[in-house]
């Protein structure tokens, strides 16, 4: 007769190796990944300048991403109102209602209540864009100066942001002084080995 604690016993090593399998499959999936080596948006050609991995709990990744800019594009000025593009692949389904309170609680960070009541507007605007995404999607934004700064989803455009300010505050959240995780911001400006 097995007893549970014995059935425990057994079913815990299976089951730490089910996860060690789909953790090991996770982190696979990362080298695996591509992205574009070059996109052309209104009138400019952008170049993949940084890919990275956005990890939650150490080795849980959430989504990797790649960041493109016009080329030699000094650093210094990737939080202005260039051309730029950010393009993302979610590794886990997130709720489209979950982006609005990330993007406040990042914006909060940088920015005034203030200067973030100035950008409210367009900010909810950019937050109602957003939809429920599953593993494998993709999401783009992508600033053209003079246009705006489109949300696009699997490649099909979904809105389209006005103004240079929202622009660079946007930019904050992954490449700010506080962005959302450190490594990833290094590895999306390709200072990570």
């Given at each position: 007769?097995?007893?549970?604690?014995?059935?425990?016993?057994?079913?815990?090593p299976?089951?730490?190796?089910?996860?060690?399998?789909?953790?090991?499959?996770?982190?696979?999936?990362?080298?695996?990944?591509?992205f574009?080596d070059q996109?052309?948006?209104?009138?400019?050609?952008l170049v993949?300048?940084?890919?990275?991995?956005?990890?939650?709990?150490?080795y849980?990744?959430?989504?990797?991403?790649?960041?493109?800019?016009?080329?030699?594009?000094?650093p210094q000025?990737?939080?202005?109102?260039?051309?730029?593009?950010?393009e993302?692949?979610?590794?886990?389904?997130?709720?489209?209602?979950?982006?609005?309170?990330?993007?406040?609680?990042?914006l909060?960070?940088?920015?005034?209540?203030?200067?973030n009541?100035?950008?409210?507007?367009r900010?909810?605007?950019?937050?109602s864009?957003?939809?429920?995404?599953?593993?494998?999607?993709?999401c783009?934004?992508?600033?053209?100066?003079?246009?705006?700064?489109?949300?696009?989803?699997?490649?099909?455009?979904?809105?389209?942001?006005?103004g240079?300010?929202f622009?660079?505050?946007?930019s904050?959240?992954?490449?700010?002084?506080?962005?959302?995780?450190?490594?990833?911001?290094?590895?999306?400006?390709?200072?990570?080995?």
């Amino acid at each position: 007769m097995i007893t549970r604690s014995k059935c425990r016993k057994k079913v815990t090593p299976i089951l730490t190796t089910a996860a060690m399998l789909t953790l090991l499959e996770g982190i696979a999936h990362a080298g695996e990944l591509q992205f574009d080596d070059q996109v052309d948006v209104g009138g400019y050609t952008l170049v993949k300048k940084g890919v990275g991995v956005l990890k939650y709990l150490i080795y849980i990744e959430a989504y990797a991403g790649a960041r493109y800019t016009p080329p030699g594009l000094d650093p210094q000025v990737i939080l202005t109102g260039t051309p730029k593009r950010l393009e993302v692949e979610y590794d886990h389904a997130l709720k489209g209602e979950d982006f609005g309170p990330a993007t406040y609680k990042g914006l909060a960070e940088y920015r005034s209540e203030e200067k973030n009541d100035r950008l409210r507007d367009r900010i909810e605007y950019h937050n109602s864009l957003y939809v429920d995404v599953k593993p494998g999607d993709r999401c783009a934004l992508t600033h053209v100066p003079g246009v705006g700064t489109e949300l696009s989803l699997n490649g099909e455009p979904r809105g389209v942001i006005e103004g240079e300010d929202f622009a660079s505050a946007l930019s904050t959240l992954w490449l700010g002084d506080k962005p959302f995780d450190k490594r990833f911001k290094l590895d999306l400006l390709g200072l990570n080995g």
